[in-house]
């Protein structure tokens, strides 16, 4: 395999992986949204403070918000990653418009949303 097509695999795999934990970063954030939901309802409710129910949703709840950071942290060491990967892309002149290229760049752009909005 030629250095250029190991480049352009290794953009391809580094790329995916970034978008993988892109959408678990999402998930995490909309299952953290859903048990604040379901923990302020059963406070509305008048859930004793001991009840099961209330104890078992606040745990969901902070497991939840420990893995919106836990994703973070990882979303930025792949981006930085890849961000890397892409810099020495960049000095290739025959990847200058490779698709993985593109495609990597799109998703590190991406994941730099989210990479600052949870840390």
Request: glycine fraction near 4%; avoid cysteine.
């Amino acid at each position: 395999m030629s250095e250029i097509q190991a480049i352009q695999r290794q953009l391809k795999i580094k790329a995916g992986a970034a978008k993988r934990l892109i959408k678990e970063h999402i998930l995490y954030r909309k299952e953290t949204e859903d048990q604040q939901r379901k923990v302020a309802k059963l406070i509305a409710e008048g859930v004793p403070e001991d009840e099961w129910d209330l104890k078992n949703a606040r745990k969901v709840l902070d497991e939840s918000e420990r893995m919106i950071h836990d994703s973070a942290t990882r979303l930025a060491k792949a981006a930085g990653d890849l961000g890397d990967l892409i810099i020495a892309a960049k000095q290739r002149p025959e990847l200058a418009e490779v698709p993985e290229l593109l495609n990597a760049e799109n998703v590190l752009k991406e994941g730099k949303e989210f990479e600052t909005d949870s840390l």
